[in-house]
């Protein structure tokens, strides 16, 4: 098995919550520790509190992948008599690295909203609020007849497709010039000499993000020393991501069966606003604190809207919306992403055999108590 490096995993969770996506404001990624030390055993946990991280070092965990950020404003000292200081320095002292996957898992597809969503039982769903969309663009390559189809395979795993397609792209037959100079090392043709060739101009619509490789995996493919290619930037909108998610429940139910069935699929207590014989099915559910999306769920047109850290004015103004809401706490609408995220690694970390044991932090529970 290949030994794993800490930028080894944290180039997985970039994968399957792209750090690209996180909002401005947020703090995600690798911010603690060397990108290049061995990994052997990984821990999750939702918060990176003190608890969390004595956990890690004392299980001899080189990396903690955490959804909170530890370092979230900027620091202007480092020192141990600093509460956060300390946590820092425990943590460096253990050789534990730490990752924080952020606002970007849960914008992501899959991510925690869509897990949210799915525990609570909505179908149909769609992003609540977009806040972007992926930038496109059209790459052109022209490809002698013989080595088309090794192109297009080579191309089609980074190319995008169109709804319920794949595998999308454009042919047109040409013929294409070149005099090979001196010192060139041409597949077809002889240096000096003029030479037409039988090629084809293949299309494809490609997501800036995915570029480099693409790029990478065109000259492995190509047959020519210096393939034409052509990068065309387009005003076509990609795929599009954002906040929370909204979908329907197969049936209707009364706002306090709702409650009810929110509290023992997510195992925490709930509070509710609205009348509790109020028939919902069109719901909104955002992750950890989602009252700035009260318009957008009523907006479009929810019935009520699921998430953490309502206010006693978020609540007036739902009620003004005609909007239900129910409140399952910030770690109750969070803790999702600890299994779920140690799954993903364990399932990508064996895909790539790369030798790493994923551990979940059992011992978090939430910050405030209920009594």
């Known amino acids: 098995m290949k030994t794993a490096r800490v930028a080894d995993v944290v180039g997985i969770i970039n994968g399957f919550a792209p750090f690209r996506l996180a909002e401005e404001w947020d703090a995600v990624g690798l911010q603690i520790g060397d990108p290049n030390a061995t990994v052997e055993r990984i821990m999750v946990a939702l918060d990176p509190r003190q608890a969390a991280v004595t956990a890690a070092i004392a299980a001899d965990c080189q990396l903690l992948a955490v959804h909170h950020p530890l370092l979230f404003k900027p620091l202007k000292k480092l020192v141990t008599t600093d509460p956060q200081g300390a946590l820092v320095m425990q943590a460096v002292r253990g050789n534990l690295a730490v990752a924080a996957l952020h606002t970007n898992y849960d914008i992501a597809q899959n991510g925690l909203n869509d897990l949210l969503a799915d525990r609570v039982g909505l179908t149909d769903c769609q992003i609540l609020k977009v806040t972007g969309s992926d930038e496109l663009l059209k790459l052109v390559v022209f490809v002698p007849v013989d080595h088309v189809a090794g192109v ?47 090629e084809e101009r293949l299309e494809f619509l490609l997501p800036k993000r995915s570029l480099s490789p693409a790029i990478k995996a065109l000259l492995a493919a190509h047959p020519y020393e210096e393939p034409a290619f052509d990068l065309y930037p387009l005003a076509n909108p990609g795929d599009e991501f954002g906040l929370g998610r909204i979908g329907r429940l197969p049936e209707p139910l009364p706002l306090l069966d709702f409650a009810r069935k929110v509290s023992e699929a997510l195992q925490t207590p709930v509070r509710f606003c609205g009348d509790p014989q109020r028939s919902v099915r069109k719901i909104a559910v955002c992750s950890g604190s989602g009252a700035s999306l009260l318009r957008e769920a009523h907006f479009k047109g929810a019935d009520l809207l699921l998430t953490g850290d309502l206010k006693h004015h978020d609540a007036t103004d739902a009620e003004l919306m005609g909007l239900a809401l129910v409140d399952a706490g910030h770690f109750g609408t969070e803790m999702l992403m600890v299994n779920a995220v140690a799954t993903q690694l364990r399932k990508d970390l064996a895909q790539r055999s790369l030798s790493v044991e994923v551990l979940t932090h059992s011992g978090e529970a939430p910050l405030f108590q209920v009594i």
């Open 152 to 198: 297009m395979t080579a191309l089609f795993k980074f190319c995008r497709g169109s709804g319920n397609y794949r595998d999308c792209s454009y042919r047109t037959n040409g013929t294409g010039t070149f005099t090979p100079l001196v010192g060139a090392k041409p597949f077809i043709g002889t240096v000096g000499q003029l030479e037409e060739v039988a």
